[in-house]
């Protein structure tokens, strides 16, 4: 039967629970060491590529554009068939970005912008459409929340992804319990979709038990159809374009899925490029968290919040006084403040510095706070300006079943 | 959990695998007794109720219209809570019908018509709506079928369906691969369905496995939806309408699921009216299958066609030879031509004339053949001059999203 062809395949892209301490699925990442998750293991696990020199130096060359500072530093630092993305974009041809976020009720946090900050360069380097998909559905069957509240969740956070500064004209934004009752095409595409995968493919991949409701064990059909171009025939026509998902690795199940699918659908693999996540405050061994507000700096934070939560809860890598930590120096490899500098500082050089001063005992964790502060305060605050011009209607703009910029007729 | 409060009595629903040798699930209905399936056991064993000769007078009195041959005669035999129904007539309140069809590549056969003939007659004397699913999502996930293909098949069967006479004005007509990507209340409606359901209910009530795409895991969401006049606001706007569904008694189990997710939606439990199956030309223990077409009588069969199959396959009641037969009588019990003549024939004092002189010898199998062929020729030729009119502007209009002519606001 051909629903069963790939069942050994997708079987082998099991849940995971690392061997020894890191957990990485959609719904739970977690880590027993103080440095956080081994991201090199995560690679081998899930089957996919480290970004090495080699690739950033053949991204640099093909873009023309000196490599973002996410992408030098590693914090992207897995893919799937990237080079593929950029064979396409030397030869000039076609392809689009697609990238989504689980709305939650609470204001995002800056770990939820880092993929999205990304996702502007990205296209911004390729000139590309992108599309975001906000999985208010999936909100709603995973937890006690109303279709209303789910929905009312996605509009919000999509202005708070708007006011990262994606280009109208060229970015469709959708969410599921709207969009889907609006596009056949994309229904129609679940549906083939639904139709390669059987549950125990989806349990091997998930980890779905039988007691899981219904509509969770289809959500990864949902999470899938984007992926296909011939889901939005209002923005592609009838062209069959690839695909780059920009995401952090814990939605990496979904696309392998989606992969094999497209195998089966005879339709372009997409292609991934994967993030590490922002630790939370208190370590690396959690990521930062909407539910814990304590470990999280939030982009409706003020000032104030910013400065008290990195002075108070900014899990410090300093010795515990300052003889010994001028004797010893700081630990870059747990202190979080430097950890936040690496997303958000972009000059390479200063890091360098403060990462020399700070190991070396000559700065002091609090002088190292001072400028996690002094570099995110600003950031935020430029963010909320944008993000108070974000109306109902300027939202309405990106959510508008249309044409983009790109003429693919 | 919430999700697990109603598993205990969804799994005690489970799919109907009679004791003996009965088979009735939406996939499969067979019996290995000449006089066809045990309908009263079948009563018991789904935990419908008998519509008995009380109902059919409280039918009577409510709607004041004598009872339809099909009812009268038991050709529509079970029933879940139609006295609410009945009492909301009575009280001159709103409610809607609703039923459906899974699309197939073939025409249509006589006994496709049964259920459809019931449903524009109630549709008549209790002037409500009338929706009408096309599965034809179902037909994709179900059989090695193209969405394109099986979306053909649903406008096809459609057609059919209209030629029975249906009031435009009264009639909404959609199939789930468009109509669902155009109206997203419905979608909604599918989400709150499937976070009711678990895999393990599923599995209990229509008997899938481990190995079914995981497609056919929801697709219960989607034939419930209809149940639920929210799902449809341009007809229905804010208003909470009860439902009643003719169908075959196989798609009972859909209607299970759903009235127990009605009452954990707050929403009322659907009503439902179930029909027996117009037997197969060779006798009671298939139900007429398109699939075989020597077993069938199709809406497109020419009268040569009609009269050859009667009189070669029609399965008789007859004695071995005349002299016999005039002695002992024919079975009207196994007689297929008789069988259509229950189902087909409205005059009730020339059945009851037919079955006497059939039974007592005095009519033979020939003879009785002759008048079922007489009997249905003109039915289909009258219904064929329907169907050729109906072209793809007809079936637009039923198609169209839009109000019907009732006022709900």
């Known amino acids: ?18 061997d020894d301490e890191d957990v990485v699925d959609p719904w739970t990442v977690s880590s027993k060491s103080k440095t956080g998750l081994d ?14 020199d080699e690739l950033i130096a053949r991204f640099e060359k093909v873009t023309g554009q000196p490599a973002h500072h996410l992408l030098r530093r590693g914090i992207f630092f897995s893919h799937r068939d990237l080079h ?4 396409l974009h030397e030869a000039g041809k076609p392809f689009y970005l697609y990238t989504g976020r689980g709305p939650s009720s609470d204001s995002m946090h800056i770990g939820h912008m880092i993929p999205f900050m990304f996702t502007k360069w990205l296209q911004e380097v390729f000139d590309v459409p992108l599309i975001i998909q906000m999985t208010d559905d999936e909100k709603a ?12 969740m996605a509009y919000n956070n999509a202005k708070d992804i708007i006011a ?47 007691s899981d409701v219904i509509g969770k064990i289809t959500f990864p059909s949902i999470e899938a159809a984007p992926a296909f171009s011939s889901s939005f025939p209002f923005i592609f026509g009838k062209k069959i374009l690839p695909v780059l998902i920009p995401c952090a690795i814990d939605q990496d199940p979904y696309f392998r899925m989606t992969r094999d699918v497209a195998a089966r659908l005879k339709l372009p693999k997409p292609s991934l490029i994967h993030s590490t996540f922002l630790p939370a405050l208190q370590g690396a061994q959690q990521k930062m968290s909407a539910s814990d507000p304590n470990a999280s700096i939030f982009l409706n934070d003020t000032p104030k919040q910013i400065k008290n939560k990195i002075n108070k809860y900014a899990f410090s890598g300093g010795q515990d006084t300052v003889e010994e930590h001028r004797e010893k120096g700081g630990n870059t490899e747990v202190d979080i403040s430097y950890k936040y500098l690496t997303f958000f500082l972009e000059d390479d050089a200063r890091l360098a510095q403060i990462k020399k001063s700070y190991e070396s005992g000559d700065m002091l964790t609090g002088e190292l706070k001072k400028i996690a502060i002094e ?13 108070a011009k974000i109306t109902d209607e300027v939202m309405q703009q990106y959510f508008a079943i249309r044409k983009l910029k790109y003429n693919y007729d």
Request: glycine share 6%; charged share 25%; with cysteine.
């Open 164 to 210: 990262v500064g994606f280009d109208v004209e060229k970015t469709f934004i959708f969410n599921n319990l709207d969009f889907i009752g609006r596009c056949p095409a994309f229904y129609q595409n679940m549906v083939r979709i639904q139709k390669c995968v059987t549950y125990n493919q989806a349990k091997g991949i998930f980890g779905f038990g039988d």
């Open 39 to 52: 991201y090199d293991k995560l690679i081998k696990r899930f089957g996919s590529s480290k970004i090495d």
């Open 1 to 18: 039967m051909a629903q069963t062809q790939n069942i050994e395949r997708l079987n082998n892209l099991t849940i995971n629970e690392m």
């Open 84 to 87: 593929n993305i950029l064979n």
């Open 375 to 387: 570099l995110i305060t600003p950031i935020i605050q430029r963010y909320q300006e944008r993000r």
């Open 141 to 152: 069957l995973w937890r006690d929340i109303k279709i209303e509240d789910a929905m009312q």
